[in-house]
């Protein structure tokens, strides 16, 4: 993986020479310095309690290292999301995300797909996802097709397997089960979709 690494100095040394006898200026303009790391081809695993939750590739990615540290995917992103036993569950992709390590939350926006092996589609424009509570959630207008079904809705939550979602002020003709707008028809690996990479094993 190509990794070259820039930091952001010529604007701080050009202002610093208009205010070098000023010492508080300089270390203020210092303080801004923003450090960016740029990779191709990336391949990254998130885990959690030992567990690999999910695989994520992408063309390229910039990770800025600013009072807020995150990860930036302007070129598209694709993550293939397993259950315990390292079983493909769902894909979800975008033209853009960023990440953002300390709160371990995922943006994503810009023909955002997500897809199951239940046959289940869902399209939005943007879509967050909490690593650490396993949550996918939405206030946009969400569109998702099913087998049986085609649902429009402002507001969405779901699990990261998506065996349960909810849609609010849902627009449809079709039945959902249960009550309001709750799936709970359990995943199935239905063949229709591929991971990106294989999964790796989880750590015993």
Same mark, same amino acid.
């Given at each position: 993986?190509?990794?070259?690494?820039?930091?952001?100095?010529?604007?701080?040394?050009?202002?610093?020479?208009?205010?070098?006898?000023? &010492?508080?200026?300089?270390?203020?303009?210092?303080?801004?310095?923003?450090?960016? #790391? #740029?990779?191709?081809? /990336?391949?990254?695993?998130? *885990?959690?309690?030992?567990?690999?939750? $999910?695989?994520? @590739? $992408? &063309?390229?990615? !910039?990770?800025?290292?600013?009072? @807020?540290?995150?990860?930036?995917?302007?070129? *598209? /992103?694709? =993550?293939?999301?397993?259950?315990?036993?390292?079983?493909?569950?769902?894909? =979800?992709?975008?033209?853009?995300?960023?990440?953002? #390590?300390?709160?371990?939350?995922? +943006?994503? !926006?810009?023909?955002?797909?997500?897809?199951?092996?239940?046959?289940?589609?869902? !399209?939005?424009?943007?879509?967050?996802?909490?690593?650490? #509570?396993?949550?996918?959630?939405?206030?946009?207008?969400?569109?998702?097709?099913?087998?049986?079904?085609?649902?429009?809705? @402002?507001? +969405?939550?779901?699990?990261?397997?998506?065996?349960?979602? @909810?849609?609010?002020?849902?627009?449809?003709?079709? =039945?959902?089960?249960?009550?309001?707008?709750? *799936?709970? $028809?359990? $995943?199935?690996?239905?063949?229709? /979709?591929? &991971? *990106?990479?294989?999964?790796? &094993?989880? !750590?015993?």
């Amino acid at each position: 993986m190509m990794r070259p690494f820039h930091i952001v100095l010529l604007g701080v040394l050009l202002a610093a020479a208009g205010c070098e006898n000023n &010492p508080q200026e300089i270390d203020a303009l210092s303080r801004k310095v923003t450090e960016v #790391e #740029e990779g191709r081809n /990336i391949r990254a695993i998130f *885990s959690q309690a030992g567990n690999r939750k $999910a695989y994520l @590739t $992408a &063309p390229f990615m !910039r990770r800025v290292k600013a009072d @807020t540290l995150y990860a930036e995917f302007p070129q *598209s /992103i694709h =993550v293939d999301f397993y259950n315990e036993q390292q079983q493909l569950q769902n894909v =979800v992709t975008a033209r853009y995300a960023r990440y953002f #390590e300390s709160l371990a939350k995922v +943006f994503l !926006r810009d023909s955002v797909v997500v897809y199951n092996t239940s046959g289940d589609t869902l !399209r939005c424009k943007t879509l967050w996802w909490n690593q650490n #509570e396993e949550l996918f959630y939405t206030s946009d207008t969400v569109l998702i097709h099913t087998l049986t079904q085609q649902l429009r809705g @402002t507001g +969405f939550r779901a699990k990261s397997d998506f065996s349960k979602y @909810t849609i609010d002020n849902t627009v449809g003709t079709v =039945v959902m089960p249960g009550d309001g707008a709750d *799936s709970t $028809a359990p $995943a199935a690996d239905s063949g229709t /979709i591929r &991971p *990106s990479a294989p999964p790796v &094993p989880a !750590r015993q």
